[in-house]
Every structure is written in C-alpha cells, then in structure tokens.
C-alpha cells in the first residue's frame, strides 16, 4: 500500500515537472535575426546598387580631378602674377582658390551620400517588408538585425538572413520617389 502511495506521490511529481515542462516550453518565444550588410552584399538589388554608385563616384573622381587640374592652373597663373600682386591680394586669391577646392569636394562627397542613401533605402525598406510579413506568417515572437540588435551570440538554425535574401531577390524593389 505505501509503495503505491509512493508511487503515485512520484508519479504526481513527475506530471507536475512534465506539464510544467510544456508549459514552459510552449511559453517560450519564437526568435529569429538577420544580416543587413550581407544582404546588401549578396542581393542582386545590392549589387546593382553597389555598381551604380561605385559608377557615380568614378565620375565625380574624373570631375574633382579636372576640377583640381583648373584649380592648379589657376594657382600657377597666380604665381606667375605674383610680383604684379600685393601679397594681401595674393593671399586672399590663394584663400579663395582653396575654400573653392574645399567646397567642391564637400558637395561631390554630399552627392555621393545622397546617392547611396537613394540607391539603398529601397532595399532596406523591401528587406523590412519582408521580414516583418515573414515574422508574421512563421509567427516569430522577435526577429532582430544582427547590425543594431547587438546580437553577440546566436545558433545558424534562427538566422533568417538567407530566406529573406532568397524573397529580395524574387521580389521587385520600389524606386526612391
């Protein structure tokens, strides 16, 4: 009779920690992360992307350097006239010449953010479409950017990176308006 109640005692136990168990486990949540970089890096999008702007730059490089080549013109003439210039004059010329240079290099560097800015915010828009409909449908708790979620360790089995490329690559991506 008491190895029965014994039995039973354990057997109570036993249930206790195995519905705990479930409950535990049922509790837990669903949790996924991805890599933007390396989808930027892999898409077709990206590199499309990637070609473009370095094409872009290229093209500011010859413009900043015919814009250099005018500028040094424009300094060796002055050398040439110096002895016909006051020295203030020529200081102020050479200040001029020098805050020119500065600021075509300031814009040529603001048109390239502003074109990789361009080129990359529909991707990343689509790649956040994406992900926020696969968080849904595959019902994830959280999905985090391995980027900004600061994300030090995680196993292969939740990261997401490779389907969602996979969808970005099938999926068009919208012009910036």
């Known amino acids: 009779m008491i190895t029965v109640k014994r039995s039973m005692a354990w057997l109570a136990f036993f249930m206790v920690f195995v519905l705990a168990g479930a409950s535990a486990a049922a509790a837990s949540p669903k949790i996924g992360y991805f890599d933007l970089q390396t989808i930027l890096d892999q898409s077709k999008a990206g590199q499309t992307a990637k070609e473009d702007f370095k094409r872009e730059k290229e093209r500011l490089k010859v413009e900043m350097e015919e814009k250099g080549r005018q500028l ?12 016909a210039m006051d020295e203030s004059a020529k200081n102020k010329k050479m200040a001029e010449l020098q805050m020119e240079a500065e600021k075509y290099a300031m814009e040529s560097q603001g048109k390239l953010n502003k074109l990789s800015n361009d080129l990359m915010s529909p991707i990343v828009d689509k790649t956040l479409e994406i992900v926020r409909t696969m968080g ?3 019902k994830y708790d959280y999905i985090f950017e391995v980027g900004k979620g600061g994300i030090v360790w995680a196993t292969e ?21």
């Open 72 to 83: 040094k013109s424009a300094k060796d003439d002055l050398d040439k006239k110096k002895s």
């Open 157 to 177: 089995k939740d990261d997401l990176t490779k389907k969602v490329l996979q969808e970005l690559d099938r999926s068009p991506i919208p012009s910036k308006k």
């Open 136 to 138: 849904k449908s595959e």
